[in-house]
């Protein structure tokens, strides 16, 4: 497309020696920068400044590059937060170019900021795409290149990328060159000469420039200057001009400094241009056409230096950039501040204009009517004008008189014609009937056009039109219209200019052209005079009107000119509400007060204020009672002032006074009573709690908002009151009524030199309050960073690795915001900032982010709302990112559906991440995987629900790697159908050979059988030779896959059955069947007979062995003492410890989370939903929230999917779950549907008879949603009262079961409070006491046990080491070796290894007794990593000697964690085909190979006492925590709630029987919250708990729900033991049950606001990381799944009633989000 068309504009050229009025503008964020830069420029998108740092000289950049920066700025509550700063180069063709910034196009979708703009040199441009999720920057290279001259210089750029449009303009000389970059046209450059100054010089100097097109326009403004001066040419033109033609500037406006910045934004058809000096001179330039204006001017304080040329103008902000600051400033000029016409338009802001109709000061679009816009091209601001008459009647207006007292100019009035007169909105105009030079006169308006008006009196604004120039004059008056016989009070009618008249007699207002006729006794002119100077009306003084409430008070009102009349008398109206009541009134003497007889005010009347209802009263004259004067009035209520302050504050101006009683204080009404004592000067102390003083944990930095909440704190206002924090004076008081009960006290808290507990003390009037040690200031310092679980410093470049910042004082951090950051030392400004970091005890842990550059990077805190930060030290550790891992192949890529077979992952650089996982394509199975080396890792395939093709997707510390395809075969599982037996074993079935031979298993007996043949149908192996004993005890044939056992195929006969006994048993069998029925009914009376008597014999029975424990436990009683003494002191260290680091919660999201989705690792609703119809959806979304929101749809939604057969057991948890997910945030409503649901419970389960059985088991989605409910609203009573028992509990099972052997194996401990796991074998062991060597140098020592293996032993000490620490933060056994250290040199100890000894085909398990380790050995922990690193010849190499201990992952077995569990399994796999068993303390089945009666006698005389001593020594623990628990203090209100409903329930159903109620408050409360969290501690704390911890909790668990039924089980011979062991104990606890129930239903009502305060503080805690919208979409499939169903009840039950518009709103959602229509991505 050529250049065509020629545009020539006439220049104006304004000189502005003077600004009018300084720029309103404000400084909102000033942040400091580097200060290497060459240049910095900046645009503005959609809420975000983008600003490019361009040239860097720290580090030179690559040849013929530049070196850039993109930082990434938001708009934060008219903040500047700094996000991000990234490093890139670009790649030129001369160092000496300039780079330029486009405007940029916002791409943002899904709630994430994305923009594009282009980067341009005067000879290419390359688009750049900024993210501002992982603030990725990905360009398109030479995307626009022109061949110009590498002299020119590039100043000014205009892009729309929608449109792939780019225009940028160069400026050589005088020339302007422009090269033009369409999408569908070739590239084209052409030339044009500028004309700025007359002479047409060379542009010496252009320091700024920019391009607006508009329409088919382009502007440029260029800011340059010549050997003079310096100007703001403006150049407007269309896109088409013909190449080499002149442009001349079509304004053009000097200046007397230099600017050196411009920015400009369009205002219609007009701009409004920032231009800024190199000292930060700010001018606002209004260009309108072909003239400039600079119309005010702001100054930087402190001044700048070197503002560079490009500042970014958005949202009325303005982005100043300098070589050391980035300065924000507020250019928006607020027209509502401006309160009159003169005021409005003195500023000359183009935006802001006089709206006449609403009388205020606004922007156009904000104004109906007239609206009278300033004009910057005149002084003319308004005139200073006066006119009459003020009023006229509205029957007979009159003309309008207008004079201007103001020097008018040039505006002189001249032609008659030349004006007209209109009166405000009420479109009546009139001609200007007379002019001279100062004046003019307004027709009157007609008589009928204002009979049409409004009735009462009007005020009707006129403006004055000039209809040659076409605008307003700067000017108002006000054209006053009454009617004198509508008003009924004397003081508006003498008000009304001379128009009507007040007639004292008759009390009338007339027209004072009528007063003979009407009034012939009238206030003469004096009279006439304003209210408030000589006025003669009957006046009340209302200030004085005071009455109080419920009292029989004499009203004594104080009066003015009030006349003496004869023959009349005077009486009081009172009126409250539509109540009205006439008094008798005096007027005395002197004619200056009125009383009013005894009146009771206020009464029926409600009010929440000290003042209540207003009330008037009006004196009265004469039988016709004429109004002489009214005024309002106050009740007041003394009992509303709960503050003693605000009594005696209100004491001078009522009756009110302060009594203080021995038990409470009061206000009262006149006087206190004999047993009182009135305060009447000085109260003795102010009302505050403590509760109400936040914050309590403030940075020593100072600085945060102090916020004092108390009764009575506004009396002494901001000049009377003092707060001092550690002796120094708070700054910036504010004092703020909250309400009638509550003031409020806000400051800046100074900052202090050190930690330090301060004290707080406020003094209002002299009057103080004061706390010691109140204020707690700290000071955060990082002191280390590692990987969760090692303490590696190294990641991925993508991120996603678990870190855990160490440091002092970071618990506080949870009071305030903050966030952690990474950032290389050479760039400061290149921030990454730290995603989903939590807090957890006395540790920070964060997710990596992804980086540009691998580097060692700096960390970096920061906190509060100053964001002030705190630096690790690098010597203390920096963050090492490396390449990211490259994949290259699996294998074996082949396993069958059941899985659990190990596969290798090879690739490169596999050792820059810790936590590797692996998923598998159509599944949502994720496994865990374990770094062998660089190029290695190893996991394990999990189970398929189909055979077919998968993709094995790697997941690198969270993120996902694609970089190559991995397919697999997943194929069908064998099937073995049966096996026969001759010489040997032959088992048949099908796909046999989808397994290899080694993956394959037979077992005869649990003795293996060795296989000689494997077809694709047959498995043939060797029976194995089992002696008689074994033949006769077990013989089954079972086979394993992967090493789980598969399939139990029966037992296998070795001694065949002879035909003889087969007739034998035959001829018994028949003859049995004869002679049985002959003789049913006598062997039924006996069998009833023999029944009773063994049921008498059984709890005989039982009540001797309960005596006989009753007797062990009294013989070991020492032996538990001292036990129990040994115990206590363990614990008492351990508390002492916890007093410093804190028990290790949850926080309130994960225990939700744990809650909600119990065994869960992931879920939806942790994911923002995604989707590419997002408004639609969200909408959708937003209308099933409604829905939701809705009881009586979600009780209904819920009873339908109950009612569907197809609606299981997991869909009704899954249901329950995702609904308090979603009502989290209303829990006052979520409590209101589970309270209805339950209602239809009780009603149900009273109908079927069986009310005992409400609530004991959950079949339905409400009695989940009480689970749920109940847990969340007791989690902060279990961090405040429950948890530290239940905590130390757990950790006196744990310590106890440690101080014996425990078999690593089988799980079996000699200290156990469960049968099932109590080790039946004497084992003799002895402790030993380690001296052990920490990597740092340090050591410890460590009790163990000499039967402990060594893996045992690890754990032992990695429990020393880390004591109390949250377990997921601390490494495992696995990461480290253990040696030991004897003389000089350093042995190595394993589990297994070159010295274990294998007889009779087992091998034993190392322990140090096998390594002959003595008491104060001295042992070694080594990280496995830097095991290599650390050999010398001194020392043997571990790996090696271990190198059986493999660390693949294997299912946790015993009291191993996870690494112990492992190092075992493997050790198991790894001896399956070499026909050896591994054993530890005992051999398998050694136990269970006792006759049953044996084994009873051995639990009754021998390991009984076991139990017994486990049980005593952990009493004390076990009656802590049901004390706490069978308590009814400290409980949530919600307890207190729950039970009186299921009272109330009781009471209206009728049922008498008290053990019905108390089973429903056992099964709501006891079996569905306390039960679930004494067997999983783990839901409340970050602990592991093993097997046998867990055997034993479950134990007390059982011993829990025994105890909360009302009385004794009936247990026979055959009870478990472990009901005998707290036989004694259960009558106990059931007492103490029996109390707290008691004790809460005598507790008075709860009352609703208590109730509704505790909800809602619970709503606040509603976790971010939930979003609702994908918990509504989850609960929205069910929504779809049963649509017909759910429509048909909401037909029949609302369409006729209560809500019919629901089942049109669930329509219109369903066809919103009907996935079969509309296809969307879910979660992201």
């Not at 540009?852 to 030290?873: C, G, H, N, P």
Request: charged share 20%.
């Amino acid at each position: 497309m050529g250049l065509k068309l020629a545009y020539r504009f006439l220049l104006v050229i304004i000189f502005v020696s003077s600004v009018s009025a300084t720029l309103d503008l404000a400084i909102l964020s000033d942040l400091k920068v580097n200060n290497s830069y060459t240049d910095v420029q900046s645009i503005y998108v959609d809420g975000y400044f983008l600003t490019l740092y361009v040239g860097d000289q720290v580090t030179p950049p690559p040849e013929s590059s530049y070196d850039y920066h993109i930082g990434l700025y938001q708009l934060v509550n008219s903040q500047l937060s700094n996000i991000a700063i990234k490093r890139r180069f670009f790649r030129i063709q001369s160092q000496n170019d300039h780079l330029y910034m486009t405007a940029g196009v916002d791409n943002s979708a899904f709630g994430m900021f994305s923009a594009s703009f282009n980067l341009c040199s005067s000879r290419e441009c390359s688009r750049v795409s900024v993210n501002e999720q992982d603030f990725s920057l990905t360009g398109t290279e030479n995307w626009c290149h022109s061949d110009i001259s590498m002299t020119d210089e590039l100043h000014a750029a205009f892009n729309d990328l929608d449109l792939d449009y780019t225009l940028a303009v160069i400026f050589q000389g005088t020339d302007l060159k422009a090269f033009i970059c369409p999408s569908n046209l070739p590239l084209q450059t052409e030339t044009v000469k500028l004309e700025c100054f007359d002479n047409s010089g060379p542009f010496d100097n252009i320091h700024s420039a920019e391009i607006i097109m508009q329409a088919s326009y382009v502007s440029i403004f260029v800011l340059q200057s010549n050997a003079h001066s310096t100007a703001l040419c403006t150049f407007t033109q269309p896109i088409n001009v013909v190449s080499g033609s002149t442009l001349q500037a079509s304004s053009k406006l000097l200046f007397e400094t230099s600017p050196v910045a411009l920015a400009v934004t369009p205002v219609g058809a007009d701009y409004i241009a920032f231009v800024c000096s190199a000292s930060g001179q700010i001018s606002k330039v209004y260009i309108q056409g072909d003239a400039a204006y600079k119309i005010s001017q702001f100054a930087i304080n402190p001044p700048i230096t070197g503002a560079f040329s490009k500042m970014a103008l958005g949202d009325d902000k303005l982005l100043l950039n300098t070589k050391e600051r980035v300065i924000l400033l507020d250019v928006k000029h607020t027209c509502a501040q401006h309160t009159d016409l003169c005021s409005c338009r003195a500023p000359k802001d183009p935006k802001c204009g006089w709206c006449v109709n609403s009388n205020k000061c606004s922007e156009s679009n904000e104004c109906v009517g007239i609206w009278m816009k300033a004009d910057p091209s005149s002084n003319r601001i308004c005139w200073n004008a006066t006119f009459s008459p003020q009023s006229v009647a509205r029957s007979n207006p009159e003309p309008l008189s207008i004079t201007i007292n103001d020097d008018m100019g040039a505006d002189q009035f001249g032609l008659a014609n030349a004006y007209r007169c209109i009166f405000g909105s009420t479109n009546i105009t009139t001609a200007a009937s007379s002019v001279s030079a100062q004046s003019l006169r307004c027709a009157q308006p007609s008589a009928s056009s204002l009979a049409l008006l409004p009735a009462g009196t009007l005020t009707l604004p006129v403006v004055v039109y000039h209809n040659v120039r076409e605008d307003y004059l700067p000017l108002i008056v006000q054209y006053k219209v009454v009617i004198c016989s509508d008003i009924t009070r004397c003081d508006e009618c003498v008000n009304s200019h001379n128009t009507c008249t007040w007639c004292i007699n008759n009390h009338r207002c007339t027209k004072t052209t009528e007063i003979e006729q009407n009034c012939p006794h009238s206030l003469d002119d004096e009279a006439k005079s304003p209210f408030g100077s000589n006025g003669t009306c009957p006046t009340i003084n209302m200030d004085t009107i005071r009455a109080p409430v419920n009292e029989m008070y004499p009203l004594l009102l104080s009066v003015k000119n009030f006349p003496t009349l004869s023959n009349q008398n005077y009486s009081c109206q009172v009126t409250q509400g539509d109540q009205s009541k006439i008094l008798q009134a005096t007027l005395n003497d002197q004619q200056s007060t009125v009383e009013c007889s005894p009146y009771q005010y206020g009464v029926g009347f409600n009010s929440t204020s000290f003042l209540l209802n207003s009330f008037q009263v009006s004196v009265l004259v004469g039988d016709e009672s004429w109004i002489l004067a009214s005024a309002q009035g106050k009740v007041y209520d003394c009992s509303y002032q709960v503050a003693c302050t605000n009594c005696i504050q209100f004491a001078a101006s009522t009756s009110c006074v302060w009594c203080q009683g021995s038990l409470s204080n009061r206000c009262v009404y006149s006087q206190c009573t004999q047993t009182e004592n009135p305060i009447l000067d000085q109260c003795p102390s102010l009302d505050i709690l403590s509760q109400h003083v936040l914050p309590r944990f403030v940075p020593i930095e100072g600085g945060e908002t102090l916020n004092i909440n108390g009764k009575g704190l506004s009396v002494g206002g901001q000049d009377n009151t003092e707060v001092l924090v550690n002796g120094q004076m708070c700054t910036g008081i504010t004092v703020t009524r909250l309400s009638l009960r509550n003031d409020s006290i806000t400051c800046t808290i100074p900052k202090v030199q050190s930690r330090i507990n301060a004290t707080l003390k406020v003094v209002i009037n002299g009057i103080s309050w004061q706390r010691d040690t109140f204020i707690t200031f700290y000071d955060p310092v990082l002191t280390g960073v590692n990987v969760v679980g090692t303490r590696d410093r190294h990641g991925p470049q993508a991120g996603g690795t678990d870190i855990r910042l160490s440091g002092v004082d970071l618990n506080y951090l949870n009071t305030t915001s903050w966030g952690v950051e990474f950032f290389l030392l050479e760039y400061p400004e290149e921030v990454y900032n730290l995603p989903q970091c939590t807090i957890e005890g006395a540790w920070i842990r964060c997710k990596t982010p992804p980086v540009d550059l691998v580097a060692k990077y700096m960390v970096r805190l920061r906190f509060t709302s100053e964001m002030i930060t705190r630096v690790l030290d690098a010597k203390k550790g920096v963050f090492d990112y490396r390449p990211d891992s490259v994949i290259n192949k699996v294998t074996p890529n082949y396993v069958i559906a059941w899985g659990g077979k190990q596969f290798t992952v090879s690739g490169t650089f596999l050792n820059s991440v810790s936590n590797p996982q692996a998923k598998f394509s159509g599944s949502n199975e994720v496994v865990s995987c374990i770094v062998v080396s660089a190029i290695k890792i190893t996991c394990t395939y999990p189970e398929f629900e189909f055979p077919g093709l998968y993709e094995v997707i790697l997941i690198m510390d969270g993120i996902d790697i694609n970089n190559t395809t991995l397919p697999i075969t997943v194929t069908t599982n064998p099937d073995i159908k049966g096996f026969t037996q001759g010489g040997k074993l032959i088992l048949d079935g099908t796909n046999i050979d989808n397994v290899g031979t080694d993956e394959i298993q037979v077992f005869v007996g649990g003795e293996p059988c060795e296989i000689i043949k494997k077809e694709s149908s047959t498995v043939i192996c060797e029976i194995p030779d089992l002696d008689e004993k074994q033949q006769k005890e077990n013989t089954d044939v079972t086979v394993s896959i992967y090493n789980v056992t598969r399939f139990a195929l029966g037992s296998l006969n070795y001694d065949a059955v002879s035909p003889q006994a087969s007739a034998k048993l035959g001829s018994n069998v028949i003859g049995g069947i004869v002679g049985g029925g002959s003789a049913a009914v006598i062997i039924m009376v006996i069998v009833a007979v023999l029944l009773f008597k063994r049921s008498r014999y059984h709890k005989q029975r039982y009540k001797t062995m309960v005596k006989h424990v009753d007797q062990l436990e009294c013989n070991s009683r020492h032996e538990i003492k001292q036990a129990f003494a040994e115990l206590q002191t363990d614990m008492s260290d351990l508390m002492s410890d916890l007093n410093v680091t804190g028990i290790p919660y949850w926080d309130y999201k994960n225990f939700t989370f744990k809650i909600l989705f119990p065994g869960q690792t992931d879920h939806p609703s942790l994911h923002k939903l995604m989707t590419k119809r997002k408004t639609a959806v969200m909408q959708a979304l937003d209308m099933f929230e409604h829905l939701i929101n809705n009881k009586d749809f979600l009780v209904s939604f819920i009873h339908t999917l109950e009612n569907q057969p197809t609606f299981t057991m997991p869909d009704k948890v899954q249901l329950a779950a995702l609904l308090m997910v979603s009502l989290q945030h209303k829990m006052d409503y979520a409590t209101c549907v589970i309270k209805e649901l339950l209602t239809e419970l009780i009603d149900a389960s009273i109908k079927k008879k069986h009310p005992k059985l409400l609530l004991r088991r959950s079949e339905s989605v409400v009695e989940k949603m009480l689970t749920h409910w109940l847990s969340l609203c007791l989690y902060k009573y279990l961090q405040d009262h429950a948890g530290t028992p239940l905590f130390m509990l757990f950790k006196a099972i744990k310590h106890q079961i440690d101080k014996g052997p425990v078999d690593a194996l089988s799980g079996e401990a000699r200290y156990s409070l469960s049968q099932e796991r109590l080790l039946r074998l004497t084992v003799d062991t002895k402790p030993v006491t380690l001296d052990v060597i920490l990597e740092n140098g340090e050591k410890i020592q460590c009790k163990v046990n000499d039967c402990d293996t060594t893996t045992q032993v690890k754990e032992k000490i990695l429990d020393v080491i880390y004591k109390n620490q949250a377990y997921s933060q601390r490494p495992t056994a696995l990461d480290y070796n253990l040696e030991w250290h004897h003389g000089m040199v350093g042995v190595p100890i394993c589990d297994e290894d070159l010295t274990s000894q294998t007889i009779n085909g087992w091998k034993r398990l190392n322990t140090l007794s096998h390594y002959s380790i003595a008491d104060n050995a001295t042992m070694k922990l080594v990280s496995r990593h830097h095991a290599h690193s650390l050999h010398s010849d001194r020392s043997l190499d571990t790996d090696k000697l271990c190198d059986t201990m493999s660390s693949n992952k294997g299912t946790p077995k015993g009291t191993l964690n996870r690494s112990t569990a492992y190092s075992i399994n493997n050790l198991q796999d790894h001896y399956v085909h070499s026909h050896i068993s591994l054993w530890h303390l005992s051999k398998s089945g050694a136990s269970q190979t006792l006759p049953k009666d044996r084994q009873q006698t051995m639990m009754s005389e021998i390991f009984l006492t076991r139990l017994l001593k486990t049980k005593g020594t952990l009493q004390e623990f076990i009656d802590k925590l049901f004390q706490t628990i069978f308590s009814a203090d400290n409980l949530p209100p919600t307890i207190k709630y729950l039970f009186d409903f299921l009272d109330q329930e009781a009471v209206k159903h009728g049922i008498t029987d008290p053990e019905v109620v108390h089973v429903w408050k056992n099964n709501s409360l006891n079996l569905r919250f306390w039960v679930n969290i004494i067997k999983n501690p783990e839901f409340v704390f970050d602990i592991h708990k093993s097997e046998i911890v867990d055997a034993s909790l479950s134990t007390i668990a059982q011993t829990f729900i025994d105890s909360c039924a009302m009385s004794e089980s009936d247990f026979g011979a055959d009870a478990p033991i472990n009901k005998l062991l707290f036989a004694r104990d259960r009558p106990k606890y059931r007492k103490m049950l029996q109390n707290m129930y008691s004790e809460i239903k005598n507790q008075p009502q709860l009352p609703e606001s208590i109730l509704n305060a505790h909800l809602s503080e619970l709503s606040k805690m509603y976790p971010r990381e939930f979003y609702r919208n994908s918990a509504l979409k989850e609960i929205y499939q069910f929504a779809q799944r049963y649509q017909s169903q759910i429509a048909q009840d909401l037909e029949d039950n609302f369409s006729k009633h209560r809500n019919p518009n629901l089942t049109t709103l669930l329509r219109d959602i369903n066809a919103t989000l009907d996935e079969r229509h509309n296809p969307m991505n879910e979660y992201v």
